[in-house]
């Protein structure tokens, strides 16, 4: 802020040195838009923080919401892959062939059918073993 206090003072002297009839008495006032606002009208300040506040706090429950969501999945999916018997597969294969499957579905919207385009999409299993080994980064 000091930059524009100088910058202010430069232009109120400029200004009582050009025009001294029309600038005596004379005084500059540098605000901001969220100022002028404010001061204009509190209640108005007051309540648009209301309103970000409120939406902040709904914001953070949606996302606990999803969090949970997330967990409860989690703990299904690792209670399948152990009641299958299968305890050298993780969690999260199932979980990306969903959504392999997912986003081929999404992407085949858009393409049209005449056109003989093929997106193939899938998961390297040399990619997949070195991962499992933690030998990824």
């Known amino acids: 802020m000091p ?6 003072a430069a232009i109120a002297s400029e200004l009582q040195k050009t025009f001294p009839q029309s600038n005596r008495n004379q005084r500059v006032a540098v605000q901001t ?8 009208s509190p209640p108005n300040t007051a309540l648009v923080a209301m309103l970000v506040l409120l939406s902040l706090c709904v914001l953070l429950v949606a996302c606990a919401n ?7 999945r989690a703990r ?16 999260w294969r199932p979980w990306c062939r969903r ?8 992407l085949a919207d858009f393409i049209p ?6 997106i193939s999409v899938g998961l390297d299993r040399r990619v997949l073993v070195l991962h499992s080994r933690g030998f990824a980064a």
């Open 76 to 91: 299904a999916l690792s209670r399948n892959c152990s009641a299958a018997g299968d305890r050298r597969a993780p969690w």
């Open 99 to 106: 959504r392999i499957r997912r986003s081929q579905a999404f």
């Open 33 to 40: 838009e969220l100022q002028l606002r404010a001061e204009q």
């Open 3 to 8: 930059r524009e206090f100088c910058a202010r």
């Open 113 to 118: 059918s005449d056109l003989p385009i093929v």
């Open 66 to 72: 999803v969090a949970g969501l997330l967990l409860s």
